[in-house]
């Protein structure tokens, strides 16, 4: 079992969002925008619901490796932090899903 977490991703995409080496990947991607960012966040959920629903265990796991990732960058690239995110997580445990989904106005 690996001790690789989220925040050690996240410190990843921060570098190499910095980086000034043209082929890293993350960098092209900030410097592609946050609509960029958002398009690719939102193919590999495709890609992983599909994963799921054929159930390609091993396809699943490898999409939702590349949909972390890709949150991650969206998120850096929108100046959200992930603890921003888990502290919005951490707050919602002390309901159902249905009380907190309930308890947000709609839109």
């Known amino acids: ?11 990843i995409v921060s570098e190499r969002a910095a980086s000034t ?3 890293s990947y993350t960098r092209q991607l900030m410097e592609r925008g946050v609509s960029k960012c958002a398009q690719k966040v ?3 959920a495709v890609e992983a619901a599909i994963a799921a629903v054929n159930g390609d265990k ?3 796991i490898g999409e939702s490796a590349d949909l972390l990732y890709h ?9 959200v932090s992930l603890r921003e ?8 445990t002390g ?4 009380e907190e989904k309930a308890s947000r106005a709609e839109i």
């Open 85 to 92: 995110v888990m502290d919005t997580l951490a707050s919602r």
């Open 1 to 11: 079992m690996t001790n690789f977490t989220l925040e050690d991703l996240e410190a």
């Open 58 to 60: 091993q396809e699943l």
């Open 21 to 23: 080496d043209n082929k």
């Open 71 to 79: 949150l991650l960058v969206l998120l850096k690239c929108s100046d």
């Open 95 to 98: 309901m159902t899903g249905l």
């Open 42 to 44: 939102g193919e590999e």
